[in-house]
DNA sequence: TCAATTTATCGTAATATTGCGATACAATTT
DNA sequence: AAATTGTATCGCAATATTACGATAAATTGA
C-alpha cells in the first residue's frame, strides 16, 4: 500500500502523470517559468532568487530533469539549466490534446 | 518540514500547482479522460471500469472536486460527475500561456 | 597543491499521498 | 419501516514528498 497502481493504466498516462507530477509544485512551477524567462540559462541563481535553501532547489531540479523536463550542462564550477525542447512540445501537444477533447456540453449532469 | 512554503510564491503560481498536482496521477487522468469521453457523465461505474476500490475511486473523485476540475450531481441514489467547464477553459489556459512563453532558442546551454 | 566556489548527495524530521476494508450515510424500493 | 443500492468517510499501514543542515564532489583560480 501506499504505492501507485501503475499497473492498472496505460503507458500514456503514467508517462503524462509523472511528468505533470514534476511540474506540480509551486517551486518548480517558478523555476520552470525562470528558466523560460531568462535570457541566458541560470543555474544556482535560483537559489537566491527564491527563498529556498541549495539543497531544496537542487532537489527541485533533479525531479524536472528526472522527468525529462529540463536538462543541465556543466559550465566551469556551475551548471546552466534549461528546458529541454522536445520533451516540452510533446508534452505541450498532449496536454492540448487533452483539453480539447472536451467539449462543453450543456446536457450534463 | 514536509510542508511545502507556499508563502514564497504567487497564488497564480500556488493554484497551478495544486490543480496540475489533482490531475498528476494516473487514475486521476484515466478518470477526466472517461468523464470526457462519456456520451453522459458516468458515476460509480468508473470502480468497475479500472481495478480499483470503491473507497479509492471515491477519494481520487474529491480530490479532483477539492481542485475544482469536477463536479458532482446527486441523481437519485448515485452522483453524477462532469468536469466543470470554467476550470477545465481556465486551466487550459493558463497551461497553454505556460508552453507558449517557450520558444526554441538554439543559444541554450 | 590549496583554497574557494558551486552543485550534488546523504540523512533526517515533518507531513502528504495512496489504497483499502469497514462502516456510516442517503435515497430509493419493497 | 426495512431492505437495497450507491457513495462518502474513517482509520490504518505503506510509501512518497518536502525541506534543510551537513557534507561530499567537482572545477576554477591563486
Chains 1, 2 share one sequence.
Not at 12 to 40: C, S
Amino acid at each position: 500500500m501506499g504505492t501507485t497502481k501503475t499497473e492498472i493504466f496505460t503507458a500514456e498516462q503514467n508517462r503524462l502523470a509523472k511528468q505533470l507530477k514534476a511540474i506540480a509544485h509551486p517551486a518548480r512551477i517558478a523555476i520552470l517559468q525562470e528558466l523560460i524567462r531568462a535570457e541566458a540559462c541560470i543555474c544556482g541563481e535560483l537559489v537566491s532568487e527564491f527563498g529556498l535553501a541549495q539543497a531544496t532547489i537542487s532537489q527541485h531540479l533533479k525531479e524536472l530533469k528526472n522527468a525529462g523536463l529540463i536538462q543541465g550542462n556543466i559550465e566551469g564550477t556551475s551548471v546552466c539549466y534549461c528546458i529541454e525542447p522536445r520533451a516540452w512540445k510533446k508534452l505541450q501537444k498532449e496536454m492540448s490534446k487533452l483539453f480539447a477533447s472536451y467539449t462543453d456540453r450543456d446536457n450534463c449532469c
